[in-house]
């Protein structure tokens, strides 16, 4: 039986196949490396918002240089909510940039409509029920406080379900412009209080200014029984 002798290779032609092999080896290792990075950044800067995030990172199919350190950072402007695209850096002896496409889905809960509530219809416990959801899903503006409800109107309709936002809902109006209100201010074991005019109109914890009978400008906080609180 003949045998077919293969040329022994050449040194520089070995030393390429074997860079090759090395670096094919190399390139699982650098996107595990690089997707970590992005992971532990991403629950740093998500730490501290209101549900528990998911993070998903979607690695480019073609490979990343090499790079002992890989570094990740948010562009300017760019924020851990939705879909973001995050940069990842290098700062070894041949430094890169690449930047990678993230999801971040905050799941927590907000509040909707129990049931219609009508325009300038006061809202109460029983109007609102707790959801739980992905909030980046829905507006930034969405409620999920129930203590951000009280003393709230409905700007307009709401419907039976839809989730509350902050922009259908004002302060019920409690004093009204040129309304005679005592102004009230305290401290520890005292409380005074005085006739002034408002000079303007104020929803519950809005700010509001009034002119006491000797011409005195005063300002408070109007509390839910339509006085003027003065700050202690």
């Known amino acids: 039986m003949l045998r077919r002798t293969l040329p022994p290779l050449h040194a520089p032609l070995r030393a390429l196949l074997l860079a090759v092999g090395l670096g094919a080896a190399a390139c699982p290792a650098l996107a595990a490396d690089a997707q970590e990075a992005i992971v532990q950044f991403l629950q740093v800067q998500t730490a ?14 073609a490979a990343l240089p090499p790079c002992e350190a890989p570094e990740a950072f948010l562009p300017n402007g760019a924020a851990a909510w939705g879909r973001v695209s995050v940069g990842l850096r290098c700062n070894g002896e041949r430094p890169w940039t690449r930047y990678i496409q993230a999801h971040v889905a905050v799941e927590g809960r907000y509040l909707v409509a129990a049931r219609a509530i009508e325009a300038g219809q006061a809202i109460g416990a029983g109007d609102v029920a707790a959801r739980t959801g992905d909030l980046t899903a829905l507006p930034k503006s969405i409620v999920a406080d129930p203590a951000e409800l009280k003393g709230m109107v409905a700007v307009n309709r709401v419907a039976a379900g839809a989730p509350l936002k902050r922009e259908q809902l004002r302060g019920t109006v409690v004093i009204q412009q040129g309304q005679t ?20 109109r104020a929803e519950i914890g809005g700010l509001v200014q009034a002119k006491t009978r000797d011409g005195r400008l005063l300002s408070g906080v109007a509390d839910e029984e339509g006085q003027v609180r003065m700050a202690q």
């Open 48 to 61: 501290g918002l209101p549900g528990q995030a998911r993070i998903k990172v979607n690695m480019p199919s």
């Open 181 to 200: 209100v005592q102004v009230v201010a305290g401290g520890p074991g005292f409380t005074v209080s005085t006739e002034a005019r408002a000079l303007t």
